[in-house]
């Protein structure tokens, strides 16, 4: 009984170092792909009920998201962050960040689209006025 409860007190802390290892790993990676790799394979070391970790490394993916300017995966990471784990202020924080940005991008896209539709107009109108 001892043995089989001090094997299964070794597995638990070899998994959280692991974890722990990934998300340094995470921390200190040169470019944005290999932190993503590395908060997923930390992601992948919690277990069902671990909802801080998890939150941690839904997160950090999500941050690194902001910083690649992909908005909807940042969100959708950020979601789940804050699901795990509604007292994780950072994600909330960065959530916002994505939400701002996110109707920033929008409005710009409208503006774009009211732009094309000038051109466009103005294309028209010369041709029918060559036409004429």
Do not use: S
Not at 21 to 36: L, Q, R, S
Not at 53 to 78: C, F, Q, S, T
Not at 91 to 101: D, H, K, P, R
């Amino acid at each position: 009984m001892k043995k089989a409860l001090i094997f299964l007190m070794l597995v638990i802390i070899c998994a959280a170092g692991e974890r722990g290892d990934a998300f340094k790993k995470g921390h200190e990676a040169k470019d944005n792909d290999e932190a993503i790799k590395w908060y997923k394979k930390a992601l992948e070391l919690c277990r069902e009920k671990e909802n801080v970790p998890k939150a941690w490394a839904y997160n950090d993916i999500g941050y690194v998201y902001i910083r690649m300017n992909k908005w909807d995966l940042a969100l959708e990471n950020l979601e789940k962050a804050v699901k795990e784990d509604e007292k994780n202020f950072n994600a909330w924080n960065n959530l916002g960040i994505v939400y701002e940005n996110l109707a920033f991008v929008k409005k710009e896209k409208k503006k774009d689209e009211k732009e094309e539709d000038v051109k466009k107009q103005k294309t028209e109108f010369l041709l029918k006025a060559k036409d004429a």
